[in-house]
């Protein structure tokens, strides 16, 4: 027999000193965290760690774990974009909650698995909860709604679809002629959902979108007629709720009667403004979410969660179980009926305790501090927009909405032909100086500048010597653009 020593844990190797060492981990990441403000907010371009974590190989016997500790907080975690910076004003991101960290330090030391309510029922009760409490504020019935925390936006949107499919669909008589229809402001990870579900380019239709970003209902209707005279199966509609771009919201309700009259599964992805839920005073900008079938919302976009932490809620638990519960023999023992297990729920089997982290920020804040982030997010876009109107070589492309903001450099005396390269150049140069972070998109063939305001720690101050900061900037480059 091979003798061999149980060689896995080595849990006696783990001694207070070393528990020592991951406190002061923990603490140093504090101590950044909280000075993030006077910080550059682009440490990219760190070509030492590059090089230095490329050059690593591995070896037979191991080595000292403090060596590996400090050389990847040094080459790694200190090497990154700070995405949680108070003026990191690019892209999704959001500041995070201590006490989302701790509720993930503890699932990851505890190592449990959301799987099936019998391996852990109380974690699952909590995901349940969450889910439920979300549910509410969609304005799902919650004795019938369900849903599961998944990776993020884009397996929630997946999921969702999937569940489009399953419900909708005969899969011989109507999988080859069913079309599904989303607007040209959706994520990404919608059409490329579509494609994963098994469409073909064909069956995927893409709908203009109107002045303010939201989805042409007229040009939506005139595509499903056509379809359906034309023999086609249209069976599944994306809205979009806090689009990527400009923070759009589609005409939900309009999209709903469609989606009946049709006989479609309408999807709302909520994932970056299903937060504005939290809020009593914006939550009316996304009318009719309830009439959806699906809802995706991420929680680590605008409500205080470190990845990953995404939801996606179904109006019907029936129907949506029909999608994704499959019994095989090895798991009879532990399946149960009363609590949906949650792989039942969606399309992972072994999972994380994701919703623990939420569960732990909600129970510590209180649900009124969600709703505050959001409601101060709105207030500081609608403050930036103020300050740039100050200045009339700005130009507001896309005004607030769900906190986000789009602007261009607009100046006098230069022909337009050259804004898109000038705002650019604009963008490059804030990023190159590290104070503020801001990049670029293209809206209606312009480009442009296009800042999200939903970073919890982002004040009023930081908006304003924000603005300050880049009209220098922009100032300095009119200036030898002019020359
Ligand atoms: C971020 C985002 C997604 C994708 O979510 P991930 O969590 O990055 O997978 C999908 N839809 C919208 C509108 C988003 O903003």
Not at 219 to 238: H, W
Not at 305 to 321: L, N
Not at 375 to 394: A, G
Request: charged fraction near 25%.
């Amino acid at each position: 027999m091979l003798d061999r020593k149980q060689y896995d844990l080595e849990m006696d190797k783990v001694n207070k000193d070393q528990i020592g060492e991951i406190a002061k981990y923990l603490s140093n990441f504090i101590e950044l965290n909280a000075n993030m403000r006077d910080q550059k907010v682009n440490t990219l371009g760190n070509e030492e760690a590059v090089k230095y974590i490329s050059s690593l190989t591995f070896n037979r016997e191991g080595r000292d774990f403090k060596e590996v500790a400090d050389e990847m907080v040094k080459n790694v975690f200190e090497c990154q974009t700070l995405l949680q910076h108070p003026r990191y004003l690019s892209l999704v991101c959001c500041s995070i909650s201590p006490y989302s960290i701790i509720g993930s330090v503890l699932a990851d030391i505890y190592n449990i698995n959301t799987a099936a309510y019998n391996m852990a029922p109380t974690a699952t009760i909590i995901e349940e909860k969450l889910i439920s409490f979300m549910a509410e504020r969609i304005g799902f019935d919650t004795k019938k709604a369900t849903g599961v925390f998944t990776s993020g936006g884009s397996l929630s949107n997946l999921t969702g679809m999937i569940a489009a499919r399953e419900n909708k669909l005969n899969h011989n008589k109507d999988l080859p002629i069913a079309v599904a229809y989303t607007s040209d402001q959706a994520h990404s990870s919608v059409v490329k959902g579509m494609k994963m579900m098994g469409l073909r380019p064909d069956q995927i239709k893409v709908i203009p979108s109107d002045d303010a970003f939201k989805m042409r209902m007229d040009l939506l209707e005139a595509e499903l007629e056509k379809d359906k005279n034309a023999g086609l199966r249209p069976f599944l509609i994306v809205g979009t709720c806090g689009t990527t771009n400009t923070g759009s919201i589609d005409p939900f309700c309009e999209i709903a009667e469609l989606a009946e009259k049709y006989d479609m599964w309408f999807h709302i992805d909520g994932a970056y403004g299903g937060s504005i839920l939290f809020s009593d005073i914006y939550n009316n900008l996304a009318k009719g979410r309830e009439l959806a079938d699906s809802f995706s919302w991420d929680t680590h976009k605008w409500a205080l969660q470190p990845y990953s932490s995404s939801t996606v809620i179904a109006k019907d638990r029936d129907k949506w179980v029909n999608a994704f519960n499959e019994h095989p023999e090895y798991l009879e023992d532990v399946r149960q009926s009363e609590h949906l297990d949650g792989w039942d729920r969606g399309v992972e089997m072994s999972r994380p305790f994701r919703a623990v982290k939420l569960w732990a920020t909600i129970q510590a804040l209180g649900t009124d501090k969600l709703a505050d982030i959001v409601d101060y997010s709105f207030f500081n876009c609608s403050l930036m927009e103020k300050e740039l109107n100050k200045k009339d070589y700005w130009q507001i492309i896309a005004p607030p909405s769900c906190a986000a903001l789009n602007f261009r450099l607009a100046p006098k005396g230069i022909d337009e032909s050259e804004y898109d390269e000038l705002t650019n150049m604009l963008s490059k140069r804030i990023n190159d100086a590290g104070y503020a972070y801001i990049l670029t998109t293209t809206l209606k063939g312009k480009k442009c500048c296009r800042v999200c305001l939903i970073n919890g720690n982002t004040t009023s101050e930081d908006i304003i010597n924000t603005v300050e900061h880049i009209n220098g900037i922009a100032e300095d480059l009119i200036k030898s653009f002019k020359k």
